[in-house]
Structure formats: structure tokens, C-alpha cells
């Protein structure tokens, strides 16, 4: 995705299930593509209220 005029942007997801072993919250992570070509990958996204997982 690519931000608006004043750098702003909005993406909408599902909540992915959970992983086979049950000891990871649901999570997505994100990479970014700067304009020049550079990425780097960021931490998980939990999911607020998420119980899947046995803590």
C-alpha cells in the first residue's frame, strides 16, 4: 500500500488462526518497501483480546 498525501494509510486484515503447537498468539508481521528500494520486516501485530494461546 502506499500512503496518502499526508502519509497516512489504512489496511484492513483477518485474524489469522492460530499455529499448530498453541504457544503463539495470533500474529501478522509486515515488511516495508521504502520509495528507494531499502525494506525491513517489523515485529509481530497481536491481535487485542486474543486467547488462543495458552500463556
Do not use: C
Not at 29 to 34: A, F, N, Q
Amino acid at each position: 500500500m502506499k500512503t496518502d498525501r499526508d502519509s497516512k494509510y489504512t489496511f484492513y486484515t483477518l485474524k489469522p488462526g492460530i499455529y499448530p503447537n498453541r504457544t503463539s498468539l495470533a500474529h501478522i508481521h509486515l515488511t516495508v518497501l521504502e520509495p528507494d528500494g531499502k525494506y525491513y520486516w517489523l515485529e509481530d501485530y497481536q491481535f487485542e483480546g486474543d486467547a488462543s494461546a495458552d500463556r
